[in-house]
Structure formats: structure tokens, C-alpha cells
């Protein structure tokens, strides 16, 4: 045991030592440094001009979004007593809530905590999207396989393993998604999402494991199977118009 005292004389000591190192490694080393580690030359960090490039960004406020729903996300299951793996998405409140004792609990905005894969981009077209409040360019929140038919299929609709953000145009009627089915062309896409959550040790890791599989493989049955029974249920399958390059 240890005291309070020594709790945080160790956390002023040590707290930062492991996030400076493992600052640039998410699931493999990033392409760019957004500072230089020179603690042994001059007891300091030197950010560069990537991170003064992303502080400009049209993203920059997307990013605070995202990093507080990352922490809501883990800090209110923890105080809850809730274990992440049971958060499940409720489309009436548009956010990541869990079920406690009967009560519906919120525990993070939805959006926030799948931006960081979509890098401000729609999933389907690519067209540019925000997760902050009231920006003309809102994300939806979208079901890849549709809620309607969620009652007659396998797996929890609602988890986020079926969830992304789409643009507005991509989501709603018209052109639209709507209620179609992806194409089955889209599946890989969605695998890799998922797939890239679980890598980056995503605080939704478990989550997804939970939903969709142990194995890379079964998680990749899982979504076959789905969206197979999804298309008996709805012939004919929907694919978007790209508006942009593939970012993801
Ligand atoms: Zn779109």
C-alpha cells in the first residue's frame, strides 16, 4: 500500500515518462513527431512544426472532442462500476451509454469517440465532416447495418462495431444510404475500422471484442454472416459516390 502522498510525489516523478515515450506509437510507429524528446539535453520537449501545423488545422477542434470523449469514455465507466465492454450506443440520446441497474447511463458523446479513425471524413464518401456542435458540416451518427433491420439479425445493432459517421448527404434519403444495406464491397472497410480500434488499444477495444469476436478472423465471419442476413432482408444494396480520395 501507499499513501496519498507518496501516490503523487510518484506520479510527478514517473506520470510522464511513459506517455512522452509512447506518444508517436499507436499500433506501430507514426509517420510524423509532433515533438522531439530532449529530456536528457535540456530537461524539455521541443514541439515541431507538425504539432504547430495540427494546431491550425480545421481538425484542431475535433481533436479536443475527441481526446475528451476518449477520457469521459474510460473515466465514467471506471466511476460507474461499469465495465467498458457493456457501453453500447443509444440512438435517442445520440451518445455511448450502458445499462445500470435498470437505469440508462450516458457515458460519452458518440461522435467523439469515433472521430479519431475517420480523421474528420465521411465513412462512405470521403466529403468532410465535424463532431463539434453546431457546425453546418455535423456528423450523422449511422448505422452500416440498418437499425430498422436490427430486431430480425445477430449482434447488438446498437454496438459500435455497426457504427460510423457519415455525412449528411450519405446518410439521409434521396441518394442516400437511408435504410439500404452497404454494398458488400464496403465490409472490408468496416472491418479494417474495427480492426484498427482494437490495434490502437482504443478504450472501445473491448467493446468491440465483446460484440464481434475474440479472432480477427471470427470478427470478420461476424460481419459476413450479418450482412448477409441483412441482405435477405433488403435486395437491393447501396455504395457511395466518392467525394474525395480514400483517407481511410
Ligand atoms: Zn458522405
Redesign the pocket.
Given at each position: 500500500m501507499v499513501d496519498d502522498e507518496a501516490l503523487r510525489d510518484m506520479t510527478v516523478r514517473l506520470g510522464f515518462n511513459n506517455v512522452i515515450d509512447a506518444f508517436h506509437n499507436i499500433g506501430g510507429e507514426l509517420g510524423v513527431r509532433f515533438f522531439i524528446d530532449e529530456r536528457r539535453e535540456s530537461k524539455g520537449i521541443r514541439l515541431t512544426d507538425d504539432f504547430r501545423r495540427l494546431a491550425a488545422d480545421r481538425q484542431a477542434g475535433d481533436l479536443v472532442e475527441e481526446v475528451e470523449a476518449r477520457w469521459r469514455l474510460v473515466e465514467t465507466a471506471w466511476e460507474l462500476g461499469v465495465a467498458v465492454p457493456l457501453v453500447s450506443y443509444d440512438p435517442d440520446w445520440l451518445d455511448f451509454g450502458a445499462d445500470l441497474r435498470g437505469r440508462r447511463v450516458t457515458v460519452t458523446s458518440a461522435r467523439g469517440a469515433l472521430n479519431g479513425y475517420q480523421k474528420g471524413r465521411?465513412f462512405?464518401?470521403f466529403?468532410s465532416i465535424s463532431i463539434l456542435p453546431g457546425s453546418i458540416e455535423l456528423a450523422d451518427i449511422d448505422h452500416f447495418i440498418p437499425h430498422v433491420l436490427g430486431a430480425w439479425l445477430p449482434g447488438n445493432i446498437n454496438g459500435v462495431w455497426n457504427l460510423v459517421l457519415?455525412?449528411r448527404?450519405?446518410n439521409r434519403g434521396g441518394m442516400g444510404k437511408s435504410d439500404r444495406v452497404p454494398s458488400a464491397r464496403l465490409l472490408d472497410r468496416i472491418h479494417a475500422r474495427n480492426e484498427f480500434l482494437i490495434g490502437s488499444h482504443h478504450p472501445l477495444r473491448e467493446t468491440l471484442i465483446a460484440q464481434t469476436g475474440p479472432t480477427k478472423c471470427g470478427r470478420a465471419s461476424f460481419l459476413r454472416l450479418v450482412h448477409m442476413e441483412a441482405m435477405t432482408l433488403r435486395v437491393a444494396d447501396w455504395y457511395?459516390v466518392h467525394?474525395a480520395m480514400a483517407a481511410f
Open positions: 465521411c462512405y464518401c466529403g457519415a455525412c448527404g450519405c457511395p467525394k
